[in-house]
């Protein structure tokens, strides 16, 4: 198996393409027009992109905020936090964990969009794998259909990124029976180029993003198992630094509250909100996400906090079905089993979520319903 470490993302960071300006901001510093600038990292995908909504709604500006959208390679995008050129990254919690010991002041701010069913494991049609549905029909029981399915993949080869949360779920479902990555044979791949290289026949099975996912569907791919089947599911919000956090923490949650606005707005005009983000994927990549693609995955197979009611019962509630302690710990396991970090990160020091939902709660509310 080849493994990738997340340094060896850092060359990455050349991918990085300005949506707006061209240099990153200094700290605190404002627009003739008085506006706070903070460049925010985001990674061409169907959920990550939503912060355009905002650029082009003009809500940002009346946060008080000049928000320079800099589009990143998934991969990318930690490595561009670490080294200052975004203040904020739309990333997940496996990306915190993922550098945090190398960099302590890395922390997971505050989380708005769990990706409960996003995650998809394709396989070809008539191929050696077979669904967990097709596994089902046959021994009648789905636990023991998706122990099947999962252990059927011994010795088969699996496209996906490693050392992100792509890599964590299939690595999380192959320990769940037992399994563990010496098992597969991993081809480690950005996730567009993974896709290409599947279509074109490398591999037995992919996992990647949802626009990934949509276009391997279109391609006459199936899907294998996806979402719980798999395991705890990552949750996408802003990632920053200890110090932004702090220092910045008025700015922080105004970027929050923004987030909230274009979830409710995205509730109420799917297709207005749907037509703004694929274009503008569809520009940049090679996913071909449609309009009637986008509007039958929001809210489907991944969900997206309105409000702070919604994201305290998604994902700060034990009971919620994105409860964030079991992805961390499945973060923590991952990769510190696949020795991609020395040690289990600290949600004490890392995972600053109830502090800021509270901060955020005393400063804008919790149940907002307009957009």
Known sequence: MRKTS??????????????????????????????????????????????????????????GLHVNLRSLAWNAAMPALISGDVDIAVNNTTGVVSVANADPEVVYAYGWNPFTEGSALMIRPGGDLESIEAWEERVGDREEARNAMIESLAGR?????????MGKQ?????ASVGMDEGDVDFVDMDPDAGLAA????????????????????????????????LAAPPINGAVTTRSFATDRQDDLLAFVDVMHRIIRYCDAE????????????NEETAAGLTVEGFEEYWQNIELYAPNAASAQELILDEEGVSYWKNTWDSDNAYLVETDAIPEAVDAGEHFLMPEVWEAYVDAYGADQTEY
């Open 170 to 174: 299939i690595n999380d479902a192959l």
């Open 270 to 281: 799917t297709d207005a909100c749907a037509t703004t983000i694929t274009e503008r994927l």
């Open 198 to 229: 599947f279509l074109s026949g490398t591999g037995d099975a992919y996992l990647g993003g949802v626009p990934q996912r949509g276009r391997a569907l279109e391609e006459g791919m199936e899907i294998g198992l996806a979402g719980p089947d």
């Open 6 to 63: 997340i340094a060896a993302a850092v060359p990455a960071l050349a991918l990085v393409v300005a949506l707006t300006g061209c240099a990153s901001s200094d700290e605190g510093s404002t627009t003739e027009d008085g506006l706070t600038t903070i460049d925010v990292g985001i990674s061409p995908f169907q959920d990550t992109y939503l912060p355009i909504i905002g650029q082009e709604m003009g809500w940002f500006e009346e946060a």
């Open 157 to 165: 080869t699996v496209v996906t990124t490693l050392s992100t949360d």
